[in-house]
């Protein structure tokens, strides 16, 4: 099996598929082709929310903004999965996953960054062609054809492929890491005890929800909160509040979103990829947290 | 071979058959993913018009407003197929349709009630796991493996599931029956004879053709009708009329639709779902109906 | 395996899927439902485009603007594959790309026009039903139940297929072709050679790319051009323009195509399908082509 993933559109990834099929016979599921274009955070993220849920095959990763630049082609080896695409850090988030180290996943603000293989926790392959390609549409003439050679050589043995070589860095990706915010009762902030945290919207899904990198953790035990000035419920499910409605949950990623009931989260809060996002919780039930209820009420 | 429908959009239902390939080896084949967003009648409309195509296999559908509220899952097994969805009626009428009793699917105003599983014509089984999904998406938590397992253990042998038993009721969905207009005429109104009729519109496909309740029948000889007051004719195919033209024809399904050559009917009808659609037929070679011909050169 | 194209959207195409299940266990694949809507040109484009990629297997694909008309359905067999759709022209350009006879496709200005099935370097058969269908939806009831007995019979025996027997002639369908502008200096033009070259916009892709009929290979070691007065420079790829930029590259089919980066091509150059695009090259070393340096600063 090899999945497919990529920022192409319609009909380009046909082109990739029927590649793929004069080389093997193997299965070609598609996972999405809309992602975000050119967004290689956004394809991090997607591909670490989907790509775990399969059991260990191929996937193929086309987003690739640097396309026709020198960024190199790599494969990854994790968990018995092997990852193929443009050495960009769109693979990076779901090979942690895949590693099992998303405990790992720390911040270095979102921005990419060269990584040492030793380190890694998953093995970095970099795939250079005798012949490089010259077209504009690596995903058919270079991924394609690499992906459908790991799917016949066989995941384990990736080193036997013509021009696949250990690497010895790779892009990294890490996503940024929401901060304590509102002064001293958040010296010893934790997930399970902030009162206010800062974070930033990591990607807009197509129905407007708007994905922060806030743990869903931030928000437990909580109903309400106040989000950049806006007093909007913590809900479980849309269910829960009232068609047109704004509301802060935590989506099946495990982050807190921001929504609203059949409408769009991304236009009511005003939110797009990278704005800051401030959620700051009422007080609490010991009276703690008391100047934190004019916000409330912005 | 197991089919997926959803309003989910992209990239989550990726996430469905990961969970699925994980757990069995079967096809998958998307039916569509862009269904009307939470729009359980209309996923019973297009899942009516798609699954009975089908060889008898498993089916998974998750149209599911109400995700996190108590509405249970359900597995209906019907003509050697099985529909695995949340019960909220989106699946009764591919079920209805796979028994063989579309001519039983009589009105109740479209509106969903609680039906006794004695008198289905198909078998409707309750899905409780042990331990309850606390996700918002059960597409990928609940019925996803759900499928899967309907799959491996078999359609004949749903019983032996784990959690699985038969319903002693399921809520229902039936679409509105049109009713025939325009006074004593009609008192005697079939589908084949009537001068006038009410409907309304059950769903609006992505090219703006705006469907309705009207059985094709309804229209049989007649090659013009007044709709809401507009002259249009009715053809049997877009290429009848110039480009921008309004028209009514028979859609793929048997019903009615208001469409534009080349353009969006549901605009130019001004129509949505649920809207009602008078349709009136001119008078006919015997005379009859000579009061209409005001309305038709509306 | 069967391949699948239209411009059905959703849900229409599922129902294909369907029909073909209950009549073959062939794997399906989707090239796109969203190819541009009842644009044969466009369909003939893209399906050359796309299909060459795949080894040989049976190709399904309806744009089918005349369906309900008198045209014909057809099957054409070349290089081992097999094209079913209708008798329209856009399974041509696919069919002369199969039998790479692909410099032979020259210009009668993209119309359609009858064709000699003995010149046409592929093999043309019609299909006609002994009950004809009277659906609007041939995709559900012709083509993809076509498809599926062309599978099961085998491409190499299309002729034992019922109602099936060899076209004498069938609908062609050739792109237009650029020619060359601007005076005496293109009296020997080649697409080496030209100075200036006028042709159409072929299609717009879903990110606003305007493609032309401009082979990329007139553009050969010119770093900029004025199309239709407007300056722009010619890069491989689009990481060498600033996000927002014009630029014209050759895109993955070979042709010239007219894009910005991180923005519409059509909306920035204003061309749309079937719209004349002038590309004017400025002098080179040698002195040549001084009058156009007012062009070129248009």
């Not at 016949?152 to 990736?158: A, F, K, L, M, V």
């Not at 309400?224 to 009232?242: E, H, K, L, Y």
Request: glycine share 12%; charged share 25%; with cysteine.
């Amino acid at each position: 099996m090899i999945t497919l993933s990529s920022d192409f559109g319609s009909p380009y990834p046909a082109a990739m598929k029927g590649v793929i099929f004069r080389r093997t016979d193997a299965r070609i599921v598609d996972v999405a082709h809309d992602l975000p274009r050119q967004d290689v955070r956004a394809a991090g993220f997607w591909l670490r929310f989907v790509l775990p849920e399969f059991p260990p095959v191929v996937h193929c990763a086309v987003i690739d903004p640097g396309v026709g630049t020198e960024r190199d082609a790599i494969v990854i080896r994790v968990g018995g999965h092997a990852l193929v695409g443009p050495d960009n850090g769109s693979l990076v988030p779901p090979a942690r996953a895949l590693a099992d180290e998303d405990s790992a996943d720390r911040g270095s603000g979102g921005a990419s960054s060269e990584a040492d293989c030793r380190d890694a926790g998953f093995e970095v392959f970099v795939y250079r062609p005798e012949s490089p390609a010259s077209s504009t549409f690596h995903g058919r003439d270079v991924f394609a054809p690499l992906a459908a050679e790991v799917h016949e050589t066989g995941i384990s043995t990736i080193e036997e492929i013509d021009g696949v070589e250990p690497a010895e860095s790779f892009v990294d990706l890490r996503f940024p890491e929401p901060e304590p915010i509102d002064g001293p009762k958040t010296a010893d902030w934790t997930a399970e005890t902030a009162d206010g945290i800062a974070g930033e919207v990591l990607v807009v899904d197509g129905f407007g929800n708007a994905i922060t990198n806030v743990p869903g953790t931030a928000a437990e035990g909580r109903d309400r909160a106040v989000v950049n000035g806006m007093s909007v419920p913590i809900v479980d499910t849309f269910a829960d509040v009232d068609p047109g409605s704004c509301l802060l949950t935590v989506g099946s990623h495990g982050y807190l979103e921001c929504d609203v009931r059949e409408g769009r989260g991304d236009e009511a809060f005003d939110l797009g990829p990278g704005d800051r996002v401030e959620i700051v919780f009422p007080p609490t039930d010991d009276g703690s947290g008391d100047g934190l209820e004019e916000l409330r009420n912005g």
